[in-house]
């Protein structure tokens, strides 16, 4: 092999060790057919890891993922793990391993796969052509602003507490990935805040303002997020790049993933200033369908090539899986989630099958 990569595995929860498996099985045969090998570690994270260690987060979990040149994630989570105390919920290790490798772009494309128009719940007319981009700060805003806790007053009564904040610096380091990623797209940025209502999204608002007197290439809107949440259901297409902090990033994606028909189809990217990627799907670890193999394997499939092109920068590599998912699509092969009539159904592994044949 002419290249060698160090990729960390997170199989996690759920469903997770399934399609990461599928996932591994087609990077290494796309990589042998391009001579890019790799060397896979697997690592805990999530709820497997409390179940192993008691921490969501081990630090040799953290260390393994600083030493690769990109990491592999599928899904934490699960019912058994949502009542311990918070800092030892599997998504206290998600949040620890993005703010750990600084992670604070995340990168979650939406593009609605023709093969798959019927799967949405949405008229054809208002999802054909669907193509955006979601460029969520990840680790910052309410997610990780203090104070934030339970208090007890001093009447006894308690009060939880989050707070949403964001520095100017924050605000421009992810402004620039949005607009270099609008740059590559069509050109149109749309920045999502409530800066009728937010102090924070005030600011928000005038250093995207501000910044965007750089980048005279690309056109900036602003909606405040409900209305954006509203157009995102009531006409889809007028979006290309969205920017947006962390808790509206994360409700507007599901949003954008789900016009898609299935967010079992959808891969995200998180990127640092500099250090190794991580690289999952948008959706969760469906513990409902854990090993019944029956999950659908592609959004973790369109993570290992988006880690490939934005982490590991070989787009052939990535080219080549995506060829590989068009075409099993075009084969009539369907997972559970964007079955339609007339399709196959098959589980998780014929899927993967299917992908290594068309490779
Ligand atoms: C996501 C998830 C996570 C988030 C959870 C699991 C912590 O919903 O990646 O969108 O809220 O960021
Ligand atoms: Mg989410």
């Not at 019912?79 to 949040?95: A, F, S």
């Not at 990840?138 to 001093?154: D, M, N, R, S, V």
């Not at 959808?266 to 690289?279: C, E, K, V």
Request: charged fraction near 20%; glycine fraction near 10%.
């Amino acid at each position: 092999m002419s290249k060698q990569y160090r990729i960390t595995l997170l199989p996690g929860d759920g469903i997770g060790p399934e399609i990461i498996a599928v996932a591994v099985s087609v990077l290494k045969q796309a990589g042998e057919q391009l001579n890019v090998g790799f060397t896979f570690t697997e690592a805990l994270l999530g709820g497997a890891a409390i179940d192993a260690t008691g921490n969501p987060l081990p630090e040799e979990t953290l260390e393994a993922c600083r030493n690769s040149d990109a990491v592999l994630l599928a899904a934490i989570g699960g019912y058994k793990w949502d009542n311990l105390p918070r800092h030892q919920r599997p998504e206290t290790g998600l949040l620890g391993l993005r703010a750990g490798l600084g992670l604070f772009a995340n990168l979650r494309p939406a593009k609605i796969l023709p093969q798959l128009v019927d799967a949405s719940s949405l008229k054809r007319e208002v999802v054909e052509g669907v193509d955006m981009m979601v460029v969520r700060e990840l680790t910052g805003g309410i997610y990780f602003g203090q104070p934030k806790g339970i208090f007890a007053t001093e009447t006894g009564e308690k009060r939880g507490v989050n707070t949403m904040v964001y520095s100017e610096s924050e605000i421009d380091r992810i402004g620039r990935v949005a607009f270099e990623a609008a740059q590559k797209r069509s050109g149109k940025l749309c920045s999502v805040d409530k800066a009728n209502v937010l102090d924070v999204s005030q600011l928000w608002r005038d250093r995207i303002t501000l910044l965007s007197d750089e980048y005279p290439d690309v056109e900036l809107s602003h909606l405040y997020v409900d209305n954006a949440a509203m157009q995102l259901i009531r006409a889809p297409k007028q979006f290309d790049t969205i920017v947006t902090g962390n808790l509206f990033g994360d409700i507007l994606s599901d949003a954008a993933a789900m016009l898609t028909g299935s967010i079992g189809m959808l891969p995200s990217a998180s990127l640092g200033a500099s250090g190794p990627g991580l690289f999952e799907p948008v959706h969760g670890s469906a513990p409902d369908i854990a090993g019944q193999d029956k999950a659908n394997p592609l959004a973790q499939v369109l993570s290992a090539a988006m880690m490939m092109r934005y982490g590991l920068n070989e787009p052939e590599v990535a080219d080549r899986l995506e060829a590989a998912v068009d075409q099993v699509l075009d084969a009539g092969y369907r997972t559970g989630d964007i079955m339609s009539e007339g399709m196959k159904l098959v589980g998780c592994q014929e899927m993967g099958e299917a992908l290594l044949q068309a490779l």
